[in-house]
């Protein structure tokens, strides 16, 4: 099937407050990001669902900020579903960011007007 | 299943050609484009109008083929100016090799030209922000070569030290080479106190940000040994594209340079200890380990040690970027072309104080995106073929 448009959907949801996600229920594949195809399999089917938010992160950096602004996290966390996103570990100083620590998803405002998914680390939550 | 060797030894490079490396100020892209591609004609001993196959990338002309097919005043038979990102000229020599083998052309210029130092004042990327990574906001590109970074020191044990090896290395060569743009000394502990950009990767573990251009020409073997310069043979050229974003690579310590490599070898008939001379595309300092240890030369999370031992300086084992890389040489942006420019001048025995003796086999490596496109070419001295 044709999916709805995978880009919009997936921001109109972090916009409404949900982390939502395709998932295929033929190959029972999670995708991000979002697509008309999964990659790989080739799925169509994908509906949206809501993951468990859930991840552990897999590679970690700190952008340095010429002072006062701030040194930032960017890192790309493993979902438990499997799929891998860039995201921000906040909560936490940057460079106290681990590959393996596990983080929760939470919604926050990103600097474009709109919400953006970041992560915490589990035990803070 | 074929290995593609069909084309082995088909086609060589007859011309090469740098110019304006380092600052050029005044110059445009196209200008400087142009005139390196002007003198690697002149050294293959032809003219422009003998060309008729233009392969090209400038920085922000996306068309740029048709704008320098204009600028020359020619009317070449096939221009190409598709792009992956710095290893684009690798799929030209691709195209190039199997239009000239099938006689639909006979010259081929592959030219580069950017001012991005002078010019633009900082790294020019072609790459479109993913909708999906900007609201992020990584400096990209070095995020995501430190992510991947951050991923081998993980599970290898890399460590910052071997990191800035790789640039003290490239520097070493750098010294020996006068068109390099950064020169003098560089110790580990230099390197290591440079200022962090995207942690582990500091300035030194950074390619320059220069001005620059280069340029190659090939023909058929049959027409090559004619020309002014010994022919360098094109003994196997492979491509392979794994993803864009850093976060869609499957694990960030193995790049597509295993399949580039491995194909290009079988292509070649020739293994990793055939080799003379490597020159590889160092944006960061994390890329000449991967390489090393995705193409074969050593294993896989023993790049660093084996660079931290002196195997790839001046007198090591295994020569690497003689030039001085594009860390320490020149790096305008889409350094690509110019491991191949490296790779044919030591051929040439061209190389002067920087000459490995005798050097009969060079592998070069391109690097497209953010370890998205890799790409390898391996050429030899005329018997070789």
């Known amino acids: ?125 | 299943m074929s290995v593609g060797n069909n084309l082995r030894g088909k086609t060589a490079f007859v011309g090469a050609a740098t110019f304006g490396c380092g600052e050029a100020p005044g110059y445009t892209a196209m200008e400087l484009a142009a005139e390196a591609g002007r003198l690697a004609v002149e050294d293959a001993g032809l003219s422009l109008s003998q060309i008729d196959g233009l392969f090209i990338c400038l920085p922000a002309d996306f068309l740029s083929g048709l704008s320098i097919a204009e600028y020359y005043g020619i009317r070449p038979k096939m221009t190409n100016n598709s792009r992956t990102g710095g290893s684009a000229f690798f799929g030209h020599v691709e195209w190039a090799a199997l239009a000239l083998d099938a006689g639909l052309i006979d010259y081929a210029l592959i030219v580069y030209g950017s001012n991005q130092r002078t010019g633009a004042g900082k790294l020019v990327s072609a790459q479109a922000p993913s909708v999906f990574e900007h609201p992020y906001r990584p400096n990209n590109p070095v995020a995501s070569y430190a992510l991947a970074a951050s991923r081998h020191m993980h599970v290898y044990g890399t460590t910052p030290e071997q990191l800035a090896s790789v640039a003290v290395s490239a520097r070493q060569w750098a010294n020996l080479n006068p068109e390099a743009f950064r020169q003098g000394p560089l110790s580990i502990d230099d390197a290591l106190s440079t200022r962090l950009i995207a942690d582990p990767l500091r300035v030194a573990d950074c390619c320059l940000v220069t001005d620059g251009a280069a340029a190659v020409v090939m023909t058929r073997a049959d027409r090559a040994k004619d020309l002014r310069k010994p022919p360098i043979s094109l003994l196997g050229v492979a491509s392979a594209t794994w993803h864009s974003e850093i976060s869609q690579l499957d694990d960030l310590t193995v790049t597509a340079a295993t399949e580039s490599g491995a194909r290009a070898f079988a292509q070649a008939g020739l293994t990793v200890a055939d080799v003379d001379v490597v020159n590889v595309y160092d944006a960061f300092t994390i890329n000449t380990i991967l390489f090393l240890e995705d193409l074969g030369f050593c294993r896989k999370g023993e790049g660093g040690p084996f660079i931290a031992s002196g195997a790839i300086s001046p007198g090591g084992t295994l020569p690497v970027n003689t030039n001085g890389g594009g860390l320490s040489f020149c790096h305008p942006g889409m350094y690509g072309l110019f491991t191949m420019v490296e790779s044919i001048r030591q051929l040439r025995n061209e190389a002067g104080a920087r000459q490995i003796a005798g050097a009969e086999i060079a592998l070069a490596h391109g690097n497209g995106g953010t370890l998205s496109s890799q790409a390898t070419c391996l050429m030899g001295v005329a018997h070789t073929v």
């Open chain 1, 1 to 125: 099937m044709t999916q709805e448009a995978p880009t919009a959907t997936y921001f109109r949801h972090l916009t409404e407050g949900r982390f939502m996600l395709q998932h295929s229920p033929s190959t029972d594949e999670w995708v991000y990001y979002p697509r008309m195809i999964a990659p790989k399999t080739g799925a169509t089917d994908m509906e949206w669902a809501a993951p468990s938010g859930l991840g552990t992160v897999y590679a970690t950096t700190v952008k340095r900020m010429r002072p006062p602004a701030a040194d930032v996290n960017i890192a790309i966390v493993e979902l438990d579903e499997g799929p891998r996103m860039m995201t921000h570990v906040q909560g936490i100083a940057p460079e106290a960011v681990r590959i393996g620590m596990r983080v929760r998803a939470c919604i926050v405002d990103g600097p474009d007007d709109a919400k953006i998914l970041v992560f915490e680390p589990e035990t803070a939550a």
